[in-house]
């Protein structure tokens, strides 16, 4: 006799790292659930509220080449994204590489640092010193954006901390303990 009883089994949202291939081709639903775990580290399921591991980063593509069946994501909810680049088509010589390491099937990657590795350089980033006028700088910087009218729109608080995080991370790569100015 079968039961009525459900059991929870985590999904690939439960990872260390989820890449999200093709952000756009997801319906707003599964946008705004991804961008919950990316601002939030939790996911919501019938209500319970389930804590990620930590660390926990998304990484995403977007498909640039073709709008049918995409759902472009609406321009309040990009600045949850600290990088966005674009890294275009790579050279005769690159794409020859790529053929030659997948002719017997995909390559398998080794971890090349631990997790408790990346929480304590997380940490160590947490800790660089952010002056009061580099705070001043981001917050001016982000000001003239929201005034300028060239820019469609301006830069939100959070895109500001982001900003600064990003800043304390260039310096720790440098071994400095402070953000300076240039």
């Given amino acids: 006799m079968k039961s009525s009883i459900f059991n929870f089994v985590p999904g690939s949202i439960f990872s260390n790292i989820v890449l999200s291939d093709e952000i756009n081709r997801t319906g707003p639903r599964t946008q705004a659930a991804l961008l919950e775990t990316m601002a939030e580290h939790q996911v919501s399921i019938e209500g319970d509220v389930m804590k990620l591991p ?16 995409t759902f472009p994501l609406p321009d309040s909810q990009k600045d949850r994204f600290m990088i966005s680049m674009g890294m275009g088509l790579p050279t005769p010589e690159q794409e020859v590489e790529i053929l ?12 090349v640092i631990s997790t408790e590795r990346i929480v304590e350089m997380s940490e160590m980033v947490k800790r660089v ?11 001016k910087l982000a ?13 939100s608080p959070r895109v500001g901390a982001s900003l600064q995080r990003a800043a ?9 303990s402070a953000v300076i100015t240039a």
């Fill in 54 to 69: 930590s660390p926990f980063m998304v990484i995403t593509t977007q498909n640039l080449s073709e709008s049918h069946g």
């Fill in 100 to 111: 030659s390491r997948s002719q017997h099937g995909m390559p398998e990657a080794e971890p």
């Fill in 129 to 139: 010193e952010v002056d009061a006028k580099v705070r001043q700088y981001i917050v």
């Fill in 143 to 155: 000001g003239h954006t929201r005034s300028n009218s060239a820019v469609r729109h301006g830069l």
């Fill in 168 to 176: 304390q991370a260039w310096a720790a790569v440098d071994g400095r």
